[in-house]
């Protein structure tokens, strides 16, 4: 709970708005099991007003509409 909300005092703090993030492609970041398509399925979740769960950075970046992107394995 403690990561989600620093997340969401990051993006409230931002004098801009966050459009994009670019990581690693590191467990912290994704949910690869989803395939890169956690966000919509989490906003479709949300919608349909059903329980769930998910990973505090995609679910802060879904209800945020931040995109996500990474970089390619060994190139940081």
Same mark, same amino acid.
């Given at each position: ?12 703090? &931002? ?5 994009? &993030? ?55």
């Amino acid at each position: 709970m403690r990561t989600e909300q620093g997340k969401l005092r990051l993006i409230e703090a &931002v004098p801009c708005r966050i459009h994009t &993030v670019l990581t690693d492609n590191g467990i912290q970041f994704t949910t690869h099991s989803a395939g890169g398509l956690a966000a919509p399925l989490i906003r479709e979740t949300i919608a349909n007003g059903e329980r769930f769960r998910a990973h505090a950075f995609e679910y802060a970046r879904a209800t945020n509409d931040i995109e996500h992107r990474t970089t390619k394995a060994k190139h940081p």
